[in-house]
């Protein structure tokens, strides 16, 4: 039987990440502007307001006068109001960002990680690099939102279990997201790396990034997929092998258990010294991914191609305007990451802000455990 009033709870949740969601994109607003953004009536907002502002989420910015009529209460974020850690899980090391409610990197550490390490020592790393973290941006514990961890794939976003991470031994149905959540005392959300990295993209670049790539070189090679203004993960939630798409029928055999995929032959023409055959390698990999998305935007990231961008974005941009039929109407941007190696740390941090403020969505209900 329904408790009278039990949903109030959660329509309060909703209506005030809708409009926490809406204020991180402007640098001030009024009533009656969310109002027309969210659908809801000025009255309930009237109370959103309240709400945010006592919770020092929001506060005041003045007044806007227009003519006749009382002049409009402005508001604006209070971006150190909350803050989220972000985790880039590497096969070295981990690197970890804490960011404000405007995503905004305060601070970083690095963690260095044994060979083939395992998920306890995984966990042990990231303990240590968060003491330096905060050690280096001092905030109040109880106003960090989540943990958001991007790591190796294959990876069941749904269920938060890492499945036979690619070149990991120890990495066979783990529950990461439940064991981080227990062990580190935070919510948390676990998402690819690459997936991740097309987050923070597509925060810091806004609307005009409604579909785009997010290519990532590192000791493996993967995509970050977004398309139609969110992440794609697929029917399993594990979109983005693209490394492990096959180039060559009689090549090589992959760590994925294949042959001639992308990244082994990428790989053997790194190892041989020729990066640009490797780059090469990518670029027609590139194409293929823009012949079947036909996204606008192809973002470059990575620690092994940022060693050599000026390589990887020349022959990559070059495959695009010569190779893509009708390159003149299918138009595609081709840059590197701004972000540079905080890319992926940080768009794990930006999906604990989207999942708790922010337009609600199924991500929402994947933060686990811990405390908020």
């Known amino acids: 039987m329904d408790t ?12 005030d990440a809708l409009v926490v969601g809406l204020a991180r994109t402007a640098p001030a607003f009024d009533r009656a502007s969310i109002a027309a953004a969210t659908g809801l009536t000025p009255q309930a ?11 020092g989420l929001i506060e005041p910015a003045g007044v806007r006068r ?5 002049p409009a209460t402005m508001y604006r974020i209070v971006a ?7 985790v880039h899980v590497a096969r070295t090391g981990v690197r970890l960002v804490l960011t404000d409610l405007l995503g905004t990197v305060l601070s970083r550490s690095w963690a260095p990680l044994p060979v083939d390490f395992t998920p306890g020592e995984l966990l042990a790393a990231i303990g240590t690099a968060r003491t330096v973290l905060f050690r280096d941006g001092p905030v109040d514990p109880a106003r960090v939102l989540g943990l ?6 294959p990876l069941d976003h749904a269920n938060g279990i890492v499945r036979d991470a690619h070149r990991l031994r120890h990495w066979h149905d783990v529950p990461l997201r439940e064991l981080a959540a227990r062990e580190l ?4 959300h676990l998402d690819k790396d690459v997936t991740a990295g097309v987050t923070a993209e597509a925060w810091r670049r806004g609307a005009d990034f409604r579909d785009g790539v997010l290519i990532m070189v590192e000791s493996g090679i993967g995509a970050g997929l977004w398309l139609g203004g969110a992440a794609y993960r697929g029917a399993h939630t594990n979109a983005g092998e693209f490394g492990h798409t096959v180039m060559q029928l009689d090549g090589p055999a992959c ?31 590139v194409v293929n991914l823009l012949q079947t998305t036909d996204v606008g935007h192809v973002v470059l990231a990575g620690a092994d191609l940022l060693r050599h961008r000026d390589v990887y974005l020349a022959a990559i941009a070059a495959a695009v305007r010569l190779e893509v039929p009708r390159a003149d109407w299918l138009t595609v941007d081709v840059s590197v990451s701004a972000l540079g ?7 794990a941090a930006m999906q604990v802000l989207n999942a708790v403020y922010g337009r609600p969505s199924p991500d929402s209900a994947l933060l686990g455990g811990g405390r908020q």
């Open 4 to 15: 009278p009033g039990a949903g109030l709870g959660y329509l309060r949740g909703y209506n």
């Open 45 to 55: 907002v009237s109370k959103v307001l309240a709400r945010l502002t006592g919770d």
């Open 66 to 70: 227009g003519g006749v009529g009382k």
């Open 80 to 86: 150190g109001s909350r803050f989220a850690i972000g």
């Open 148 to 153: 958001g961890l991007g790591m190796v794939g």
């Open 185 to 188: 005392g935070l919510a948390v």
């Open 255 to 285: 760590v994925c258990g294949r042959r001639g995929c992308l990244e082994v032959l990428h790989d053997a023409a790194v190892a041989r010294g020729d990066l640009p055959h490797a780059a090469r390698l990518l670029a027609v990999g």
């Open 341 to 347: 190696s905080d890319v992926i740390a940080a768009g």
